[in-house]
Every structure is written in C-alpha cells, then in structure tokens.
T-cell receptor
Framework: NAGVTQTPKFQVLKTGQSMTLQCAQDMNHNSMYWYRQDPGMGLRLIYYSASEGTTDKGEVPNGYNVSRLNKREFSLRLESAAPSQTSVYFC????????????FGPGTRLTVL | AQRVTQPEKLLSVFKGAPVELKCNYSYSGSPELFWYVQYSRQRLQLLLRHISRESIKGFTADLNKGETSFHLKKPFAQEEDSAMYYCALKNTGGFKTIFGAGTRLFVKA
C-alpha cells in the first residue's frame, strides 16, 4: 500500500496562476484533509471531507477550493495564486472521525512568486 | 477559542538525559490530545494519543485537565528521537484538528 500520495512534490507559480494539488489514498478511508504548514505556525486545516460527497471549511479556507472526486481522491485548487499561499501542503486521511489517527502524505512544497 | 501552545521551538538534550516537550491547550469542551512526530525525510505520523494511555518508543504523555497540559516525556533520550514533534487537539467525535507550532528535539551524542 502506498498510503497517502500527493502530486506534485514541488511547484513554482507566478502570482495569479492557478493549479490543482492532487491527493489520493488507498486505505479505504472515509475522511480526508488538506493542511498547510508555515514556519512557526504548525499545520493549519484548510478544508476537510468527512466522507465522500461532503466537504467543509477548516481554519484557513480563503483562496482555496476542494473537490472530493471519489472516496480515494481529494484535490485542492488555487484559482489565483498569491505569494501568501507559499507553503508546504499536506494531505491526510483517516478512517473516520471516530478513528482519530490521521495518515499524512509526503507534502507539496509550493512557491508563489 | 481552541489553541495549542508549544512554548519551545527547539529543545536540545544530551543522549541519556530526560526530555520533556511541553504542550498547553485551551478548549472549552472535551478534547482529544495527540502527539505527532516527523523524523528527517519521513512523513508526519502519530506518536501517541491520550486516550490510549500507552508508551510508544519510551515516550509517555499524561493529560492534565487542571493545568490544561499534555506534556511529552521520556526518561532517557536517544539520538534517534531527534525529530519535530507536534502536539494536536481535536474535539471528541469531530474532524478539525488543531496543531501546535511544533518543537524540534535535538539529541546530542
């Protein structure tokens, strides 16, 4: 099992460009999450999907959209990238809310110039 | 508001010395507390959770509701413990997990 996979690993964008970060899990988990990690701030939840077909805002959703494509895949889209979105993005999944452990992907390092 | 505070950005100890990584939280309900760890070039992974009351890799953490703390302790640090440690809080049955800023532990030989 690959666990949680993310693509791409690195990306450089210019201000105003758009892109989609892909995430997939092969553990048959119901819940999936997108976080961003910034120096000195830990991980902050952007959006989450409690189950297939549902998505909800997290702590810092502005400037992002998400799609739960199916049970396996949860994508994060930046419609018009800004320098403030320069960060490391982590996708995670968990079996459900009742199962507390989250499994993380390797991360995507995004730089917006 | 929910908040997790890890007051130390960096903690450096010698091999064999005791180590304590501090975590304080603010939460009005019934929280679930976790410690996650990220070793060099590895993914973030769960180390332990308070409901399990277990010892993992020699680490323990006790939830102190009176002091709203969940400090991570190990009596004898090993070089392989060097990593980034994150304390996290989640509302019981919910989805939103709040992470602290993290503490980098460096264990010197």
């Amino acid at each position: 099992n690959a666990g949680v996979t993310q693509t791409p690993k690195f990306q450089v964008l210019k201000t105003g460009q758009s892109m989609t970060l892909q995430c997939a899990q092969d553990m048959n988990h119901n819940s999936m999450y997108w976080y961003r990690q910034d120096p000195g701030m830990g991980l902050r939840l952007i959006y989450y999907s409690a189950s297939e077909g549902t998505t909800d805002k997290g702590e810092v959703p502005n400037g992002y959209n998400v799609s739960r494509l199916n049970k396996r895949e949860f994508s994060l889209r930046l419609e018009s990238a800004a320098p403030s979105q320069t960060s490391v993005y982590f996708c995670a999944s968990s079996l459900s809310s009742g199962t507390n452990e989250q499994f993380f992907g390797p991360g995507t390092r995004l730089t917006v110039l | 508001a929910q908040r997790v505070t890890q007051p130390e950005k960096l903690l450096s100890v010698f091999k064999g010395a005791p180590v304590e990584l501090k975590c304080n939280y603010s939460y009005s309900g019934s929280p679930e507390l976790f410690w996650y760890v990220q070793y060099s070039r590895q993914r973030l992974q769960l180390l332990l959770r308070h409901i399990s009351r277990e010892s993992i890799k020699g680490f323990t953490a006790d939830l102190n509701k009176g002091e709203t703390s969940f400090h991570l302790k190990k009596p004898f640090a090993q070089e392989e413990d060097s990593a980034m440690y994150y304390c996290a809080l989640k509302n019981t049955g919910g989805f939103k997990t709040i992470f602290g800023a993290g503490t980098r532990l460096f264990v010197k030989a």
